[in-house]
């Protein structure tokens, strides 16, 4: 991957729908070119989706909490599981005190407890800590530009 394609996957993570032409234009290329260059970024899994992002307080996701799940057992085949809990947006295994760490987003507290009460039905889940998030100073996407 080189800079052009660095500088395509930024302008498509500030706008997905700009035209071809556009993005050429800006990365100096024909809108062909581009649209051949994205393609291939999508092709090699560079590009996973292309989506539209919703605010989740819009959309009945106000409560925002990351709940570090403890087991007792190896939870690294859990996933299909902590999967099928839809208010689960994100799920990670990580090295620390906790065995999973996972992105909650509901639109009540109660709702965020219910969560918690059906962690505990997926078996070899022994403990949760919830961290509710009371305000989000930013969030940034992956930077295509930083690792170059």
């Known amino acids: 991957m080189d800079h052009i394609d660095r500088l395509l996957l930024a302008r498509l993570q500030e706008d997905a729908t700009?035209?071809?032409a556009a993005l050429g234009q800006a990365v100096g290329l024909s809108a062909g070119a581009a649209h051949e260059r994205v393609r291939k970024l999508r092709e090699r899994g560079v590009i996973r989706r292309t989506a539209a992002e919703v605010d989740p307080a819009a959309v009945g996701g106000a409560v925002l909490a990351y709940v570090s799940i403890d087991s007792t057992a190896w939870m690294g085949d859990s996933g299909d599981r902590f999967a099928a809990i839809p208010e689960i947006v994100e799920a990670h295994?990580?090295?620390?005190s906790a065995t999973v760490l996972a992105k909650v987003r509901t639109a009540t507290t109660e709702q965020l407890q219910d969560v918690l009460r059906r962690l505990y039905t997926?078996?070899?889940v022994s403990g949760t800590q919830a961290t509710v998030v009371l305000?989000?100073?930013?969030e940034r996407p992956v930077s295509p530009l930083v690792a170059e």
Do not use: L
């Open 18 to 20: 700009e035209s071809y």
């Open 93 to 96: 295994i990580v090295a620390g």
């Open 122 to 124: 997926i078996e070899g």
């Open 135 to 138: 305000e989000t100073f930013f």
